[in-house]
């Protein structure tokens, strides 16, 4: 991998290589450093989202981070959705329930609102944990 940082190109060899730094790499990440793989993960952002483009994190992902060690912060740190009320202004829809929507089916049975920043924070400290880091400021230029 080629990668400009200044002036400077440098050359990173390594097993695998993660393009990109949302919630998807940065899990690929964490998992791939728990299993001791060399892997790197660049990003050409200058660092985690501040804005968050998904507010809701689903059961296979708490499951996921529970096998990861994380699930507490989530727990921790979140807001369960419990009701949803669609429609537009002063018209609503009716109410449509969130709880216990994945009873029999996952132990996390709500809709869990963990924002994306959030989310991305937790897994860059959580690969921080284990030695490693996200290269920011890095893009692909080349791949050989």
């Known amino acids: 991998m080629s990668g400009v940082t200044g002036s400077a ?18 899990m690929l990440a964490v998992c791939l450093a728990k299993l001791g793989v060399d892997a790197v ?21 708490m499951e996921l981070y529970d096998q990861l060690g994380l699930v507490d912060r989530v727990l921790a740190e979140r807001s369960p959705a419990t009701t949803v009320v669609p429609g537009a202004g002063s018209r609503p829809f009716g109410r ?6 994945g009873a ?11 924002e994306q920043s959030r ?18 400021g890095h893009r692909l230029e080349q791949l050989e």
Do not use: C, H
Request: charged letters at 25%; hydrophobic letters at 45%; a negative charge.
């Open 9 to 26: 190109a440098t050359t990173i060899s390594t097993d695998v290589l993660i393009v990109g730094a949302g919630p998807s790499g940065l």
């Open 96 to 101: 449509v329930e969130l709880r216990g929507l």
């Open 41 to 61: 993960i660049v990003d050409g952002k200058e660092g985690p989202t501040r804005e968050s483009r998904a507010l809701a994190v689903q059961a296979r992902s």
């Open 119 to 136: 989310n991305e924070r937790m897994l860059v400290d959580a690969l921080g944990d284990l030695g490693r880091a996200v290269r920011w």
């Open 104 to 114: 029999g089916v996952s132990p996390y049975m709500e809709v869990t609102v963990f």
